[in-house]
């Protein structure tokens, strides 16, 4: 299967700042599954999409799904220092493989 | 246990031997997963097992990798003749029939 790609690799932001990152593939995906990853720790379910166009929301994390299945973001409002760390977004690949997307840095500048 | 444990935490080990990685997943869990992580990089699928079978072993990079499971519990991931590349960290994952993935805290495996 394809991997997903995700933008940008790295971003710094300033505490209070908005964040997006996102998720592209060029097949349609099934559904699309986010993941947060702490420095020095592993990676720790937070969603998954699965209809076209969906959004969800947790807290200031918000979560969409393309209309063609294709594509995903995720937008952090007013950043805090304990959103720091990688966000993958993972595709699944048949009934069983996840792979998961090339991830992108945040740090967040107090 | 309450997650997914895997043993050691931390392995440091001499370009040549052989190291064996642990992983104890959730208890029920049917599927558990193998990955390496480089140090800032993403993950990289090494094998899946559904019970103690492994129906695919694609992502195992060479022959010196290994897997198995047992009693459909613990599964062991060995690593034959380390080379300086293998350094990374190896995180195990279950889940159960959802589509979550529970990660354990990895393996930081440092090959000199």
């Known amino acids: 299967g394809q991997q997903v790609m995700q933008i940008p690799q790295y971003q710094h932001v300033q505490e209070g700042e908005d964040f997006t990152t996102y998720c592209n593939s060029s097949t349609t995906l099934s559904n699309i599954q986010w993941y947060k990853q702490r420095p020095g720790g592993h990676p720790v379910f937070l969603i998954q999409?699965?209809?076209?166009?969906e959004v969800k929301k947790q807290k200031r994390l918000t979560f969409q799904f393309g209309e063609a299945k294709k594509n995903s973001s995720l937008h952090i409002t007013a950043t805090q220092t304990t959103d720091v760390g990688t966000y993958f977004c993972?595709?699944?690949?048949?009934?069983?493989?996840?792979?998961f997307g090339t991830g992108t840095r945040l740090k967040v500048l107090a | 246990g309450a997650g997914v444990s895997q043993s050691p935490s931390n392995k440091v080990t001499e370009k040549g031997k052989d190291v064996e990685l642990r992983c104890d997943p959730i208890s029920g869990h049917t599927a558990l997963y193998w990955y390496r992580q480089r140090l800032g990089q993403g993950l990289e699928f090494l094998i899946y097992?559904?019970?103690?079978?492994?129906?695919?072993k694609s992502g195992l990079p060479s022959d010196r990798f290994s897997a198995e499971r047992t009693g459909e519990s613990v599964s062991t991931l060995t690593i034959q003749r380390t080379q300086q590349e293998d350094s990374a960290v190896y995180l195990c994952?279950?889940?159960?029939?959802?589509?979550?993935?529970?990660f354990g805290p990895g393996t930081r495996l440092t090959v000199l």
């Open positions: 097992f559904q019970g103690n079978s492994a129906p695919d």
């Open positions: 993972v595709r699944t690949s048949g009934t069983y493989k996840y792979i």
């Open positions: 994952a279950s889940n159960p029939s959802s589509d979550t993935q529970y």
């Open positions: 999409l699965v209809k076209s166009g």
